[in-house]
């Protein structure tokens, strides 16, 4: 049943309480977002890594460097988005958290969810789209286009971490941005460039 007391304080004391995984062993810091608490556009990764483990905060190592400066280019600001991960604790040595990791972790992105009210997602990565459709994806075909479900605008591009191990792989991260721009565009959220 939907927890009618959910507001953002209990979120967060729910997320540095959790325990539904043994993830929560190794972790210096449980990673919720940055960026807006509500905003039109939620971006989700993989999981924390080192950095992002001891900042309490995700994407902010090298590839969320990546991810700020494509998102400066579309002109995004602060307010704009809300970037998460679908792991919320680092997995050891930076490992993919495992199917069960993902799905105890579920139940908080499910809340937070209803405290960010996004309309538009931008899952980052194989692991991003597993964690929310349940299958695995031939990455080449799924990304690049909107899906529409539950009434958000879903699109899936490669995680940040690809086009690190080669620059031309931000080709069409860079693409992909620009369309969930001009989606947000479209649907009156942002204006345009
Ligand atoms: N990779 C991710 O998927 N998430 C982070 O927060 C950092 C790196």
Redesign the pocket.
């Known amino acids: 049943m939907a927890d009618t007391t959910l507001n953002w304080e209990s979120f967060e004391s729910k997320c540095a309480a959790c325990k539904a995984c043994g993830l929560c062993e190794g972790r210096t810091n449980i990673?919720i977002y940055r960026g807006a608490r509500s905003a039109p556009l939620m971006i989700i990764?993989?999981?924390?890594?080192e950095?992002?483990d001891l900042q309490g905060?995700?994407?902010?190592?090298r590839?969320?460097m990546l991810l700020q400066n494509l998102l400066a280019s579309y002109g995004f600001t602060d307010n704009d988005y809300h970037?998460c991960?679908i792991c919320k604790c680092r997995p050891p040595a930076n490992r993919r958290p495992t199917p069960e990791e993902i799905k105890a972790c579920k139940v908080l992105l499910a809340d937070q969810f209803r405290l960010v009210k996004p309309k538009v997602i931008l899952l980052?990565?194989s692991?991003?789209y597993e964690g929310f459709f349940g299958t695995k994806p031939v990455m080449k075909d799924v990304r690049g286009v909107f899906i529409e479900r539950k009434g958000y605008q879903i699109m899936t591009t490669y995680?940040?971490?690809y086009a690190l191990r080669n620059p031309a792989n931000k080709v069409p991260i860079y693409d992909d941005m620009g369309k969930v721009r001009d989606k947000l565009t479209e649907l009156g959220l942002m204006p345009p460039l």
Request: glycine share 20%; hydrophobic share 30%; proline share 12%.
């Open positions: 990673v990764g993989e999981a924390p890594g950095s992002e905060k995700p994407f902010v190592g590839s969320g970037i991960n980052c990565g692991t991003a995680h940040p971490a």
